[in-house]
Protein backbone atom coordinates (compact mmCIF):
# COMPACT_ATOMS: atom_id res chain seq x y z
CA UNK A 1 0.00 0.00 0.00
CA UNK A 2 1.38 3.41 -1.40
CA UNK A 3 1.82 5.75 2.17
CA UNK A 4 0.60 8.58 0.63
CA UNK A 5 -2.55 7.01 -1.26
CA UNK A 6 -3.23 6.07 2.52
CA UNK A 7 -2.34 9.03 4.48
CA UNK A 8 -4.64 10.60 1.39
CA UNK A 9 -7.32 8.31 1.96
CA UNK A 10 -7.89 8.74 6.00
CA UNK A 11 -7.65 12.47 5.24
CA UNK A 12 -10.60 12.10 3.11
CA UNK A 13 -12.36 9.17 4.96
CA UNK A 14 -11.92 11.83 8.35
CA UNK A 15 -13.49 15.10 6.47
CA UNK A 16 -16.27 12.69 5.44
CA UNK A 17 -17.34 10.65 8.68
CA UNK A 18 -16.87 14.12 11.01
CA UNK A 19 -19.14 15.83 8.68
CA UNK A 20 -22.44 15.59 9.41
CA UNK A 21 -25.07 13.29 7.61
CA UNK A 22 -26.98 10.50 8.26
CA UNK A 23 -24.65 8.13 10.46
CA UNK A 24 -23.54 11.05 12.55
CA UNK A 25 -27.73 12.11 12.82
CA UNK A 26 -28.49 8.15 13.57
CA UNK A 27 -25.38 8.47 16.47
CA UNK A 28 -26.49 11.54 18.10
CA UNK A 29 -30.17 11.24 18.34
CA UNK A 30 -28.92 7.69 20.14
CA UNK A 31 -26.17 9.21 22.48
CA UNK A 32 -29.39 11.75 23.48
CA UNK A 33 -32.29 9.42 23.79
CA UNK A 34 -30.44 5.68 25.31
CA UNK A 35 -26.58 7.34 26.40
CA UNK A 36 -23.24 7.10 24.37
CA UNK A 37 -22.56 3.94 25.39
CA UNK A 38 -25.49 1.88 24.25
CA UNK A 39 -25.14 4.01 20.70
CA UNK A 40 -22.13 2.28 20.17
CA UNK A 41 -24.13 -0.58 19.00
CA UNK A 42 -25.44 1.88 16.09
CA UNK A 43 -22.15 2.50 15.02
CA UNK A 44 -21.18 -1.15 15.53
CA UNK A 45 -23.74 -1.48 13.07
CA UNK A 46 -23.07 1.72 10.57
CA UNK A 47 -19.69 0.03 10.28
CA UNK A 48 -20.82 -3.62 9.77
CA UNK A 49 -22.43 -2.05 6.32
CA UNK A 50 -19.25 -0.36 5.53
CA UNK A 51 -17.65 -3.55 5.67
CA UNK A 52 -19.97 -5.13 3.80
CA UNK A 53 -19.39 -2.31 1.32
CA UNK A 54 -16.09 -2.45 0.87
CA UNK A 55 -16.27 -6.46 0.06
CA UNK A 56 -19.20 -5.36 -2.85
CA UNK A 57 -16.61 -2.96 -4.45
CA UNK A 58 -14.02 -5.54 -3.83
CA UNK A 59 -15.96 -7.79 -6.20
CA UNK A 60 -17.10 -4.67 -8.55
CA UNK A 61 -20.99 -5.61 -7.46
CA UNK A 62 -21.14 -2.47 -6.56
CA UNK A 63 -19.93 -0.86 -9.93
CA UNK A 64 -22.92 -2.93 -11.15
CA UNK A 65 -25.27 -1.21 -8.72
CA UNK A 66 -24.15 2.20 -9.97
CA UNK A 67 -24.37 1.38 -13.42
CA UNK A 68 -27.48 0.33 -13.19
CA UNK A 69 -30.10 3.38 -12.80
CA UNK A 70 -32.91 0.94 -11.72
CA UNK A 71 -30.68 -0.56 -8.86
CA UNK A 72 -29.10 2.56 -7.43
CA UNK A 73 -32.90 4.40 -7.23
CA UNK A 74 -34.18 1.19 -5.27
CA UNK A 75 -30.81 1.59 -2.78
CA UNK A 76 -31.53 5.74 -2.86
CA UNK A 77 -35.54 5.22 -2.09
CA UNK A 78 -34.93 2.86 0.43
CA UNK A 79 -32.43 5.29 2.20
CA UNK A 80 -35.14 8.29 1.97
CA UNK A 81 -38.42 6.13 2.81
CA UNK A 82 -36.14 4.80 6.01
CA UNK A 83 -34.65 8.23 7.03
CA UNK A 84 -38.45 9.65 6.50
CA UNK A 85 -39.88 7.38 8.48
CA UNK A 86 -37.44 8.06 11.51
CA UNK A 87 -38.06 11.59 11.08
CA UNK A 88 -41.79 11.34 10.71
CA UNK A 89 -42.28 8.96 13.45
CA UNK A 90 -40.07 11.43 16.15
CA UNK A 91 -41.84 14.19 14.88
CA UNK A 92 -45.55 12.72 16.15
CA UNK A 93 -44.40 10.55 18.82
CA UNK A 94 -44.80 7.40 17.27
CA UNK A 95 -42.10 4.37 18.15
CA UNK A 96 -39.18 4.36 16.43
CA UNK A 97 -35.59 3.83 17.18
CA UNK A 98 -35.03 7.46 17.90
CA UNK A 99 -38.31 8.70 19.66
CA UNK A 100 -37.28 9.60 22.83
CA UNK A 101 -40.85 10.02 24.52
CA UNK A 102 -41.31 5.85 23.34
CA UNK A 103 -37.74 4.60 24.42
CA UNK A 104 -36.89 3.41 28.17
CA UNK A 105 -32.72 3.72 27.60
CA UNK A 106 -32.51 0.49 30.64
CA UNK A 107 -34.37 -1.44 28.37
CA UNK A 108 -33.14 -0.52 24.79
CA UNK A 109 -32.24 -3.55 23.16
CA UNK A 110 -28.36 -3.40 21.84
CA UNK A 111 -29.33 -5.95 18.98
CA UNK A 112 -32.21 -3.50 17.54
CA UNK A 113 -29.98 -0.63 17.47
CA UNK A 114 -27.44 -2.36 15.69
CA UNK A 115 -30.26 -3.21 13.07
CA UNK A 116 -30.89 0.14 13.11
CA UNK A 117 -27.26 1.36 12.42
CA UNK A 118 -26.35 -1.35 9.76
CA UNK A 119 -29.92 -0.74 8.03
CA UNK A 120 -29.28 3.22 7.95
CA UNK A 121 -26.11 2.62 6.15
CA UNK A 122 -27.13 0.04 4.07
CA UNK A 123 -30.15 2.40 2.58
CA UNK A 124 -28.03 5.07 2.26
CA UNK A 125 -26.42 5.84 -1.44
CA UNK A 126 -24.11 8.40 -0.59
CA UNK A 127 -21.90 4.95 0.99
CA UNK A 128 -22.64 3.20 -2.32
CA UNK A 129 -21.31 5.82 -4.11
CA UNK A 130 -17.97 6.66 -2.12
CA UNK A 131 -16.92 3.27 -2.23
CA UNK A 132 -17.52 2.90 -5.85
CA UNK A 133 -16.19 6.54 -7.14
CA UNK A 134 -14.10 7.57 -4.50
CA UNK A 135 -12.07 4.22 -3.13
CA UNK A 136 -10.69 2.73 -6.23
CA UNK A 137 -9.00 6.24 -6.96
CA UNK A 138 -6.55 5.25 -3.90
CA UNK A 139 -5.67 1.69 -5.50
CA UNK A 140 -2.23 1.05 -7.53
CA UNK A 141 -3.66 -1.76 -9.59
CA UNK A 142 -0.44 -2.99 -10.30
CA UNK A 143 -0.15 -4.22 -6.54
CA UNK A 144 -2.16 -6.27 -4.68
CA UNK A 145 -5.52 -4.99 -4.62
CA UNK A 146 -6.70 -7.25 -1.72
CA UNK A 147 -4.37 -6.58 0.45
CA UNK A 148 -5.10 -2.70 0.01
CA UNK A 149 -8.68 -2.87 0.42
CA UNK A 150 -7.53 -4.63 3.91
CA UNK A 151 -5.50 -1.21 4.42
CA UNK A 152 -7.90 1.45 3.68
CA UNK A 153 -10.89 -0.89 5.20
CA UNK A 154 -8.49 -0.54 8.54
CA UNK A 155 -7.71 3.57 7.71
CA UNK A 156 -11.73 3.79 7.14
CA UNK A 157 -13.32 1.86 9.76
CA UNK A 158 -11.18 2.53 12.93
CA UNK A 159 -11.35 6.82 12.17
CA UNK A 160 -15.09 6.41 11.66
CA UNK A 161 -15.65 4.22 14.90
CA UNK A 162 -13.42 7.20 17.11
CA UNK A 163 -15.23 10.29 14.99
CA UNK A 164 -18.46 8.80 15.58
CA UNK A 165 -18.17 7.69 19.61
CA UNK A 166 -17.18 11.33 20.06
CA UNK A 167 -20.55 12.51 18.30
CA UNK A 168 -22.07 9.89 20.67
CA UNK A 169 -20.51 10.98 24.11
CA UNK A 170 -20.85 14.77 23.06
CA UNK A 171 -24.90 13.84 22.47
CA UNK A 172 -24.75 11.70 25.29
CA UNK A 173 -24.01 14.67 27.68
CA UNK A 174 -27.37 15.94 27.02
CA UNK A 175 -29.23 13.13 28.31
CA UNK A 176 -30.69 13.11 31.42
CA UNK A 177 -31.95 16.87 30.36
CA UNK A 178 -33.28 15.98 26.36
CA UNK A 179 -35.01 13.02 27.98
CA UNK A 180 -37.16 14.69 31.08
CA UNK A 181 -40.74 14.76 30.31
CA UNK A 182 -40.86 18.51 29.72
CA UNK A 183 -37.97 18.55 26.99
CA UNK A 184 -38.81 14.58 25.81
CA UNK A 185 -41.55 16.28 22.99
CA UNK A 186 -39.20 19.15 21.76
CA UNK A 187 -36.50 16.48 21.76
CA UNK A 188 -38.62 14.18 19.54
CA UNK A 189 -39.07 17.12 17.39
CA UNK A 190 -35.65 18.35 16.68
CA UNK A 191 -34.53 14.66 16.04
CA UNK A 192 -37.12 13.82 13.56
CA UNK A 193 -36.73 17.01 11.59
CA UNK A 194 -33.24 16.22 11.61
CA UNK A 195 -33.81 13.18 9.87
CA UNK A 196 -36.08 14.62 7.70
CA UNK A 197 -33.80 17.49 6.45
CA UNK A 198 -31.27 14.37 5.96
CA UNK A 199 -34.14 12.55 3.62
CA UNK A 200 -34.53 15.45 1.43
CA UNK A 201 -30.71 15.61 0.96
CA UNK A 202 -30.68 11.83 0.00
CA UNK A 203 -33.67 12.63 -2.25
CA UNK A 204 -31.48 14.82 -4.14
CA UNK A 205 -28.31 12.85 -4.51
CA UNK A 206 -28.27 12.35 -8.58
CA UNK A 207 -26.42 9.17 -10.22
Do not use: C
Request: zero cysteines; charged letters at 10%.
Amino acid sequence: MDFHNFFLFVLTEFALSASPGPAVMLVVAYGITVGWKKAIFAILGILTANAIYFTISATGLGALIVASHTLFSVVKWLGVAYLAYLGLSAIFGRPSPITASKLDSRNASGWKIWFGGLTLQLANPKALIFFIAILPQFLNPAANVPLQMIWLAAGSIIPEFFILVGYAALAGKMQTVATRPSFVRITDRVAGSLMLAVAMIVAAIQQ
